[in-house]
């Protein structure tokens, strides 16, 4: 594999974000596919994150931080999908029936426990991710999924629709719950 001989400093990425002069155009991807990088690297990063095993999953994210870092990116994105700790979630992904239908469902979701199972959830990895950065190199990213995409996932996008007419205060609802449920993700 073909490397740059870049030395990685995030802060290029940074000062190009605020239109300043840097002194090579920064690489910038959203994410990556782990068939690019098996391609690159032979090596499936994607694979070993989130083993339980946070031996298995250091070597992960190192392999990860590698990739990004040989094809001379200065950052490597990541996110830690909040789609992932939804009780009843899949209905964006995995095309099953939301888990909230009706006001009682929305009542009875457990919206407060959303920061601290993100938290129970992702932390370890938060962590190993971010120690195993190479001298110079941040991440950019953070929660993944939107406010959109998590309410879409814990309901479903047709019956959002219908919902969205049936009960216009339900809908706000949604958006209301998972907003403030993902601002205290942010804010901790």
Excluded at 90 to 103: M, S, W
Excluded at 164 to 174: F, Q, V
Aim: aromatic fraction near 16%; charged fraction near 25%.
């Amino acid at each position: 594999m073909k490397t740059y001989q870049n030395a990685p400093d995030w802060r290029n990425l940074a000062r190009a974000a605020r239109n300043e002069w840097v002194p090579h155009v920064p690489l910038y991807e959203h994410i990556i596919g782990a068939k690019v990088i098996y391609e690159i690297t032979g090596n499936r990063p994607y694979d070993g994150m989130f083993s339980p095993d946070m031996a298995q999953s250091r070597e992960s994210f190192q392999q990860y931080w590698d990739f990004w870092r040989c094809m001379g990116y200065d950052t490597a994105s990541m996110e830690f999908a909040f789609t992932g700790i939804l009780p009843g979630a899949g209905a964006l992904g995995g095309h099953k029936e939301g888990a909230i239908q009706t006001r009682e469902d929305f009542e009875r979701y457990p919206w407060e426990e959303l920061p601290d199972r993100f938290f129970e959830r992702y932390a370890p990895y938060i962590r190993a991710f971010s120690e195993t950065a190479p001298p110079g190199m941040m991440a950019v990213g953070g929660v993944g999924n939107g406010v959109f995409e998590s309410v879409q996932d814990i309901v479903g996008y047709m019956d959002l629709c219908f919902i969205r007419e049936d009960d216009p205060e339900l809908y706000a609802g949604l958006f209301q719950r998972m907003g403030e449920a993902q601002c205290a993700v942010w804010k901790r």
